[in-house]
């Protein structure tokens, strides 16, 4: 247990570190879970980001902290008001857990409530860390917990959070509430968010600098029934790290906002249309490129970033090339000699698609 980066009481990381050799090369990682390894048994390099992305995050913050701040105000209004006072914020590492520190620091500056927050692993097909489920149900009321993600992709993690909460609770005979919280939603599959549009959420941009150092977790064989799940932490990163730095933005922009973010009154999206429009965008997708596995379609901003960070893309495709939200997503594909297809039809404002490395 430890707090990575974050200061002591933002987050616990209910993750074991892990002495594990990162794979240098991405396409031989990708070559490895393509031939079978699972992605969670291997994990790449985290490198130190370029001055000039580094200068499309800050970008980025700035461009979007209102709409940042609206829709944290959102989702945190959601969950008070499933959840009342009575919060344990659960959020799922990496992608979920800026969003539970900036959740936790609203919390207590708007609402005067203290609230706990964990950050755990879920991996899809091997479904969530129970023993860190365990360890959290044996000092919290289980109804409590609210579990966080920064934004739904296709869905597959949230309907993996589904599965295994179901399982949790009926093996483990307690109340566990099945329901997850998003900044984003794009699937349509969560209890509640604070948007279904596809925007930039800056956190994405980045990895490790700005989810506390802390690596995308790890199960392999070396981690036994009863512990965590596993991490790498990136401490030689240090000095390169806005985790804080984001918060501190995001936190301010709240403040700076509060009586306009409390006057507020959303209308609940229509969560069936947005499933409906998933669905179609992947399966259009895998039509067109024919695409026989539905995880070689990444959908939306944050996956096609993640994708373009970590694994071996085959075509990025961009509704509109000049849009601010995907300035570091043309870079990375320069840099990476990805080819960009255009098409303003495309209901979101970028997809990528895999390369198949049988196939290449």
């Known amino acids: 247990m430890f707090s990575g980066s974050y200061s002591r009481g933002e987050v616990t990381f209910l993750l074991q570190q892990l002495d594990l050799q990162p794979i240098a090369d991405v396409t031989a990682k990708e070559q490895l879970i393509q031939g079978g390894r699972h992605y969670s048994e291997v994990i790449g390099v985290e490198a130190q ?23 944290l105000y959102r989702l945190a209004s959601a969950i008070r008001a499933r959840r009342g006072d009575a ?10 857990t800026p969003v ?26 091997r479904g969530i860390d129970t023993a860190a489920l365990d360890y959290i149900c044996s000092r919290h009321d289980p109804r409590s917990l609210a579990f966080i993600d920064g ?19 009926r093996e483990r005979t307690c109340a566990l509430a099945n329901e997850l919280f998003v900044l984003c939603d794009l699937a349509g599959i969560a209890t509640a968010c604070g ?8 956190s994405a941009i980045l990895n490790a600098t700005v989810s506390g150092l802390v690596s995308r977790t790890i199960l392999n064989e070396s981690i036994r029934p009863g512990q965590f799940h596993g991490c790498l932490y990136y401490d030689a990163l240090a000095a390169h790290d806005r985790s804080r730095w984001f918060i501190e933005r995001w936190r301010a922009q709240v403040w700076q906002d509060r009586e306009l973010l409390r006057a507020e009154r959303p209308t609940p999206p229509d969560l069936a ?19 026989a596995d539905r995880n070689f379609i990444k959908p939306g901003i944050g996956e096609a970033t993640r994708s373009m960070l970590r694994r071996v893309p ?31 039809a495309l209901p979101l404002n970028a997809a990528t698609i895999l390369r198949k490395l049988a196939d290449a």
């Open 273 to 291: 249309q947005v499933q409906a429009r998933s669905e179609a965008l992947v399966s259009e997708l895998m039509h067109r490129y024919q695409v």
């Open 195 to 202: 948007s279904t549009e596809d925007y930039l959420i800056p």
């Open 151 to 169: 934004w739904t992709g296709k869905g597959s993690i949230g309907n993996e959070l589904q599965r295994s909460l179901a399982r949790y609770a």
């Open 49 to 71: 980001p370029a001055p000039e992305y580094m200068a499309l995050f800050e970008a980025a913050v700035q461009l979007n902290l209102p709409r940042l701040a609206r829709d």
């Open 100 to 125: 539970g520190v900036a959740l936790r620091h609203l919390y207590r500056d708007l609402f005067a409530l203290e609230v706990t927050h964990y950050s755990i692993s879920i991996i899809r097909d």
């Open 87 to 96: 919060i344990t914020l659960v959020s799922l590492a990496r992608a979920g």
């Open 314 to 344: 085959r075509l990025l495709v961009l509704r509109d090339p000049d849009a601010p939200s995907v300035r570091h997503l043309s870079w990375l594909a320069a840099q990476r000699a990805v080819p960009i297809s255009l098409d303003p």
